[in-house]
């Protein structure tokens, strides 16, 4: 995806409705960011075993952190999150925000809303036993589409990122029905209805490979805009606080 290489304060991101913003492990120390990260955070991340799983966590909850301080203007010590019944986090500052996070390989990714409940995936090619997780979270029609395609394995991962988004986004997960979530499995925006809720959808491809899935709950507030992608590039300790920029993914 191409890149706006103007590096831009984090604070550009209050101003803003609906955004994706992403981060590449490669690109931080785990020692600076985990200051960030609250004394629960700090204990779950002990429990992971390998370094890569670590460092994902650190990325991951201080990208929420920091972006969410910008976004609800709020310090970063004073926001503190909770999980709803089925898994998914809330922060109990953000009244009228709604965020979601998702990481995969060497990208964090996270989506930021005020209009309404939002879900986002990331993911890349792995070795799988196609046929079997088909037959799990795809309809007929969709296990159709990828057995006469002659891209079925790239097929499939734009599917997965897809319905992953849209279950997050409604807040139950794999519990929705994975193979009810009529998604096209194709790139770009589209709509698609769930049960009685409507989503808007936006898929991008990614490097290695890789896609990207975000969903929006169409509401009273919802603007039919796609969100803006950016990608975190530095975070450095300052005396006061954090000093972090990004730029903008075109």
Known sequence: MPENNTLQPIQCLASLDFVIVTAKLSDFNSEILCPLLSEDELKRMRRFRQPADVQRYILAHALKRLCLSQCLESPLSELSFGIHRFGKPFCHQAKTSFFNLSH?????????????????????????????????????????????????????????????????????????????????GELGEEKVSVLSNAYHLWTYPWGDGGALACALLVSERYKQQAPRLFQLKKVMKIDDGFDCMLFELQ
């Not at 995969?104 to 079997?132: C, H, K, Y």
């Not at 589409?145 to 279950?167: H, T």
């Open 104 to 184: 995969s390989g060497n990208w964090v990714v996270m989506a930021i809303s005020t209009q309404s409940e939002v879900g986002i995936d990331i993911d890349f090619p792995r070795d799988i036993n196609l046929p079997s997780i088909m037959k799990r979270v795809c309809s007929e029609q969709q296990i159709h589409q990828c057995l006469n395609s002659s891209i079925p394995e790239e097929l499939f991962l734009y599917f997965w990122v897809q319905k992953e988004a849209i279950s997050k986004a409604d807040g139950q997960g794999i519990f929705i029905g994975m193979s009810k979530i009529a998604c096209s």
